[in-house]
Each structure stands twice: as structure tokens, then as C-alpha cells.
């Protein structure tokens, strides 16, 4: 069965500090992995997404995430935190329907 | 513009009452969801509706019925409230039903039952 897990629930990091959010799935073929952030109050925005190809794909607002086959991960990075990316983040996987992990909360300290 | 609007954004009722939240979506999707999100986050999907038909109804009580008049807009009628619908709700919408399409979300509906 295919799931999604976010192993952290909730993350700080200080501004302008670099961040890694973990994601593992369990999916017996190709994933369809997503990436979307929700800010408090907001929907979800899609940051990245990876189909196949390059295993590095960048998104919006400078993340990017890396498709490790070998580990089932598709963790999420970027270089330097900004205080406006305090935020719920969610990995999804899609086989027909979405499957969302549990997310991960972003606080960013000043 | 707004790609997937959702109406009210905030329901606060008793329970065993009857309401509905509406979404429409100005993208000319075909495909559109509905997600129940808990309180701690979870997000899970309820409905999916591919042009106007239903493709995916998980493990959901009949006390929720999805009702698609066109395929801009994809409501969702509860009845007889519980406490444990309070959630917030998300309609989304995707081009077909392939797997590596986007989906875009509303704003979400934050149903309160008291």
C-alpha cells in the first residue's frame, strides 16, 4: 500500500538558516511526489513536484527537493530560511488518489 | 484572480443540523476533490469528480453527499452534524485524473460543530 510519512512534526530553525524537511514513502513502482505548503489560515500551495527524471528539482521561493529511489525519500531543502516561510509543510504521493504525509511544522526563530 | 474559491470560509453550527460548503473553480478542470483535514493536521481525501461523475469515495458516512451541478463547481452537503465533523474542509481541483497533475487548492472551509 502506498503511504507517506513525515518523520518530524515540528521543526525550528533560525532565520537565515539552512532546512531539511524529511519525507519517506512506501510505493512499490515510480512516485508522483509533491511537495505543498500551507501558511496559517491558507490553503495548500504546491511548491514542487517530481514525475522523473532529474532526481533534483527545484520549486518556488528557493526549495528544492532531491528523489533519493535508494532511501524512498524526497526530502525538502533550502539554503536560508526567511521568516515568512513559517508554515505547515505536507509531502504527498499520487497513484490515482493523493496521499498526504502527516506534515511538518516550520517555525522560524529571529 | 481566484482559481478555487470555497464558501464560507468559516461554519459554526449545532449539531444535527444540515449545511452544505460550495466550491467552484475558474481553471476548466475537469477533476475536482473534497479533503477533510483533523485537527492535527491530517489531510484525507473524500470525494473525487471527474466530469461530473464520482470516482472516488473513500470510507466517508453517508452523511456527506457530494453534488456536482457542472464541472466549475463540486459542493458538499452534510446532514445531521456530529462533533467529529469539525475540520477544516478543501475543495481542490486537477486537469484529468492522471497522477502526476496538480492539484489546486481553495482556501478551506473551517466547520465548527458545537
Known amino acids: 500500500a502506498q503511504s507517506v510519512t513525515q518523520p518530524d512534526i515540528h521543526i525550528t530553525v533560525s532565520e537565515g538558516a539552512s532546512l531539511e524537511l524529511r519525507c519517506n514513502y512506501s510505493y512499490g513502482a515510480t512516485p508522483y511526489l509533491f511537495w505543498y505548503v500551507q501558511s496559517p489560515g491558507q490553503g495548500l500551495q504546491l511548491l514542487l513536484k517530481?514525475?522523473?527524471?532529474?532526481?533534483l528539482v527545484q520549486g518556488i521561493k528557493g526549495f528544492e527537493a532531491e528523489f533519493k529511489r535508494s532511501q524512498s525519500s524526497f526530502n525538502l531543502r533550502k539554503p536560508s530560511v526567511h521568516w515568512s516561510d513559517a508554515a505547515e509543510y505536507f509531502c504527498a504521493l499520487n497513484n490515482n488518489d493523493m496521499r498526504f504525509g502527516a506534515g511538518t511544522r516550520l517555525t522560524v526563530k529571529p | 484572480d481566484t482559481a478555487v474559491s470555497q464558501t464560507p470560509k468559516y461554519l459554526v453550527t449545532q449539531m444535527g443540523n444540515d449545511k452544505s460548503i460550495k466550491c467552484e473553480q475558474n481553471?476548466?478542470?475537469?477533476?475536482m476533490y473534497w479533503y477533510k483535514q483533523d485537527s492535527k493536521k491530517f489531510l484525507k481525501i473524500m470525494f473525487s469528480?471527474?466530469?461530473?461523475?464520482?470516482?472516488i469515495n473513500e470510507t466517508v458516512p453517508n452523511r456527506f453527499s457530494p453534488k456536482s451541478p457542472d464541472k466549475a463547481h463540486l459542493n458538499l452537503h452534510i446532514n445531521s452534524l456530529e462533533l467529529g465533523d469539525s475540520a477544516v474542509y478543501f475543495c481542490?481541483?486537477?486537469?484529468?485524473?492522471?497522477?502526476?497533475?496538480?492539484?489546486?487548492f481553495g482556501p478551506g472551509t473551517r466547520l465548527t460543530v458545537l
Open positions: 517530481y514525475f522523473s527524471g532529474d532526481t
Open positions: 481542490a481541483s486537477s486537469q484529468g485524473v492522471t497522477i502526476n497533475n496538480e492539484q489546486f
Open positions: 481553471l476548466g478542470h475537469d477533476t
Open positions: 469528480y471527474n466530469n461530473k461523475e464520482l470516482i
